[in-house]
């Protein structure tokens, strides 16, 4: 006959390494507290070799700022955190043209804000007003800017932002990785689109991706959605999906057949 305590189910087990891995600021005791007050009676000392055998170890983990991580962070205001970058396109006649766009971190969509040979504050300013008007009453759910320390970027810039009490953050010098949402929307755009295509002007080049990348490209950080696809999608049938050639066939677009 078997004794002792009974054996920690595989489900209570899994809950015990999800409360860990969703509050890495909590140790084993504080785990432990919140499973009592969920209706679990752990020991201390269970609890502390479950989060051992899962390599998690049994202290709160801390940053050593004392606050969250940046990565936490992002993810944490991600819903009203847009980001703001530059990136540069030469056209097929060698001439260089500056794109400025904003992409809200939480839904990953896009707003190509202009495109300029000649980038200067004053524009940028401009079209950071210009973005505020088309966000109308939007803007009121964001609460950060996150822009580098680029010397478009002066205080009137700022100003258009503060004034509706969106806090800017600037991130560290040559330090991409801070603005890693933007960055990676710059490299996909890159490699899917004007690394592909011969760019003729500033007309040209507008919309030529932002369009694709808010409507019809998948990211896994929507859980392999566009921006702008409904969260329920009824399944079409195979023999009526068709294709959409999008920037004369470089890009391929799959719709239901109306």
Same mark, same amino acid.
């Given at each position: 006959?078997?004794?002792?305590?009974?054996?920690?189910?595989?489900?209570?087990?899994?809950?015990?390494?999800?409360?860990?891995?969703?509050?890495?600021?909590?140790?084993?005791?504080?785990?432990?507290?919140?499973?009592?007050?969920?209706?679990?009676?752990?020991?201390?000392?269970?609890?502390?070799?479950?989060?051992?055998?899962?390599?998690?170890?049994?202290?709160?983990?801390?940053?050593?700022?004392?606050?969250?991580?940046?990565?936490?962070?992002?993810?944490?205001?991600?819903?009203?955190?847009?980001?703001?970058?530059?990136?540069?396109?030469?056209?097929?006649?060698?001439?260089?043209?500056?794109?400025?766009?904003?992409?809200?971190?939480?839904?990953?969509?896009?707003?190509?804000?202009?495109?300029?040979?000649?980038?200067?504050?004053?524009?940028?300013?401009?079209?950071?007003?210009?973005?505020?008007?088309?966000?109308?009453?939007?803007?009121?759910?964001?609460?950060?800017?996150?822009?580098?320390?680029? !010397? /478009?970027?002066?205080? *009137?810039? $700022?100003?258009?932002?503060? %004034? =509706?009490?969106?806090?800017?953050?600037?991130?560290?010098? &040559?330090?991409?990785?801070?603005?890693?949402?933007?960055?990676?929307?710059?490299?996909?755009?890159?490699?899917?689109?004007?690394?592909?295509?011969?760019?003729?002007?500033?007309?040209?080049?507008?919309?030529?991706?932002?369009?694709?990348?808010?409507? !019809? /490209?998948?990211?896994? *950080?929507? $859980?392999?959605?566009?921006? %702008? =696809?409904?969260?329920?999608?009824?399944?079409?049938?195979? &023999?009526?999906?068709?294709?959409?050639?999008?920037?004369?066939?470089?890009?391929?677009?799959?719709?239901?057949?109306?």
């Amino acid at each position: 006959m078997r004794t002792g305590r009974p054996p920690i189910s595989e489900e209570l087990t899994a809950l015990i390494l999800r409360l860990a891995r969703e509050n890495p600021t909590w140790g084993h005791t504080r785990i432990q507290g919140e499973l009592r007050r969920l209706g679990h009676r752990v020991g201390a000392s269970t609890v502390r070799r479950i989060l051992r055998s899962a390599g998690l170890g049994p202290a709160p983990r801390r940053s050593p700022s004392g606050g969250p991580t940046w990565r936490e962070f992002l993810r944490a205001q991600a819903s009203g955190l847009p980001a703001a970058d530059f990136f540069h396109v030469d056209t097929v006649i060698l001439k260089r043209l500056y794109v400025f766009f904003a992409l809200e971190v939480g839904t990953r969509t896009v707003h190509i804000l202009g495109v300029t040979a000649h980038p200067t504050a004053a524009w940028a300013t401009q079209l950071a007003r210009n973005l505020m008007a088309d966000l109308g009453g939007r803007a009121a759910g964001f609460r950060y800017l996150l822009r580098d320390r680029d !010397s /478009r970027y002066t205080q *009137a810039f $700022d100003a258009v932002f503060t %004034a =509706d009490g969106i806090e800017i953050l600037k991130t560290t010098p &040559q330090a991409p990785r801070m603005n890693a949402h933007a960055e990676r929307f710059i490299r996909t755009a890159r490699a899917e689109c004007t690394d592909r295509l011969l760019i003729c002007n500033e007309q040209h080049l507008r919309h030529v991706f932002a369009e694709h990348h808010n409507s !019809s /490209r998948p990211h896994r *950080a929507l $859980d392999l959605r566009a921006p %702008a =696809d409904e969260a329920d999608v009824i399944a079409f049938p195979a &023999q009526r999906i068709q294709r959409h050639d999008v920037l004369s066939g470089l890009i391929h677009e799959y719709r239901n057949a109306a």
